[in-house]
């Protein structure tokens, strides 16, 4: 799969030779994406966003942390454990009340100074960090869509494993250049790497982790995102959207205005 990926933007494909322990070679400047400004107006991708000394230092304290086995699914078991703080989005019904992870309480201080940086590169309020923490090479993700308004800001600690965005509707232009299920982007995102899916597109793409023949250690990530209190609730879906519309626009609203408090700009005169 490596040559020819039929990829919008990537320049490489995935090496299944690196394994997910091995340091990745691209991690060494700017991100790829950089190179193609239709990707960047869908997702903002970093492959270095931490330097490797601090992207260490938060995945252990993470480690620390009581973390407890999550499955967004109803039939199959976890292979990841989580924490979230902040509040925590609903669960289909189906699934199993012991793989069920409730708020730990508000976003700690230890992470303050990166939930601050990430509130300043997007200029967005986010309410909630969840936390996962993937064993090893069977843990996945399935393709899905998130169920919220804002961006999906995600970030990535330990083992660099693949991750997949696909489209989720044909290309509605005359030129139909892709269709549902095309790879829009195929990367290993190393440890320290930021991948955000921005507000206007999440609905156009959905995100997934497979699983992997190499074994591999721990990977955790972390996702910021402004959950509504109808999105807490559920039920899942277009209609817990619609009614946290309201919600999700004055809490951006009051964000901005008291970073433009912040840094002394009148935005009211
Ligand atoms: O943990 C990950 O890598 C992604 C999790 C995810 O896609 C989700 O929680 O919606």
Redesign the pocket.
């Known amino acids: 799969m490596a040559e020819n990926t039929g990829i919008s933007w990537t320049n490489h494909g995935w090496n299944p030779r690196m394994g997910c322990d091995k340091a990745a070679p691209w991690c060494a400047g700017e991100s790829s994406a950089a190179t193609n400004l239709g990707a960047r107006l869908w997702i903002d991708y970093q492959s270095c966003f931490l330097d490797q000394v601090r992207a260490q230092h938060i995945f252990d304290w993470l480690s620390k942390q009581p973390m407890r086995p999550e499955t967004?699914e109803c039939k199959k078991p976890p292979t990841?454990d989580t924490i979230q703080w902040g509040p925590r989005q609903a669960y289909l019904a189906c699934v199993p009340s012991e793989f069920r992870v409730t708020s730990s309480g508000p976003i700690p201080q230890e992470l303050s100074k990166l939930h601050t940086e990430i509130e300043q590169r997007y200029q967005a309020h986010f309410n909630t960090i969840?936390v996962?923490r993937?064993w090893d090479q069977n843990s996945y993700?399935q393709p899905?869509t998130?169920n919220m308004h804002g961006h999906?800001v995600?970030l990535?600690l330990g083992a660099p494993?693949r991750?997949l965005l696909r489209y989720k509707h044909d290309d509605k232009a005359k030129a139909k250049r892709w269709k549902v299920g095309d790879i829009f982007f195929d990367q290993v995102l190393p440890s320290g790497s930021l991948l955000t899916i921005y507000k206007r597109h999440q609905f156009d793409l959905t995100?997934?982790?497979p699983t992997q023949l190499e074994p591999c250690g721990v990977?955790i990530?972390l996702?910021w995102r402004y959950l509504t209190e109808s999105v807490v609730k559920g039920p899942l879906g277009q209609q817990s959207l619609i009614q946290g519309q309201a919600e999700y626009k004055a809490a951006q609203e009051a964000w901005l205005k008291a970073e433009a408090a912040r840094i002394g700009l009148d935005i009211d005169g």
């Open positions: 967004g990841h969840q996962n993937h993700v899905h998130d999906v995600m990535s494993r991750f995100h997934e982790m990977r990530s996702i």
